[in-house]
Nanobody
Framework: QVQLVESGGGLVQAGGSLTLSCTAS????????MGWFRQAPGKQRELVAA???????NYADSVKGRFTFSRDNSKNIGYLQMNSLKSEDTAIYYC???????????????WGQGTQVTVSS
């Protein structure tokens, strides 16, 4: 079992920045890839960014060039640096652990509770 806890969300003005953290505990030896998803009201949950254990990343087109996903394997923490935030980035952001192959992220059933990001225009 893996437990995930997100933090770092909040209210920010458009153009601002936030850094989200995802801290993993439990059977962390089993963690390979990590992913950040988001869900806005009335919309489906979507993959925002993913990172392999080795640090390979991929991003949704909507956040490329603005978001950066990094991880500290020694601390079992993943970070999502979000710059130049837009109102359309407003959502609940969820952390997930899963698999990563051929630049494709495969989510598992392990999710955090989510952290709210609100961008005011």
């Amino acid at each position: 079992q893996v437990q995930l806890v997100e933090s770092g969300g909040g209210l920010v003005q458009a153009g601002g920045s936030l850094t989200l953290s995802c801290t993993a505990s439990g059977s962390t030896f089993s963690i390979k890839a990590m992913g950040w998803f988001r869900q806005a009201p009335g919309k489906q949950r979507e993959l925002v960014a993913a990172i392999s254990r080795g640090g390979n990343t991929n991003y949704a087109d909507s956040v490329k060039g603005r978001f950066t996903f990094s991880r500290d394997n020694s601390k079992n923490i993943g970070y999502l640096q979000m710059n130049s935030l837009k109102s359309e980035d407003t959502a609940i952001y969820y952390c997930n652990t899963g698999g990563y192959a051929s630049r494709t992220y495969y989510p598992s059933d392990y999710w955090g509770q989510g952290t709210q990001v609100t961008v005011s225009s």
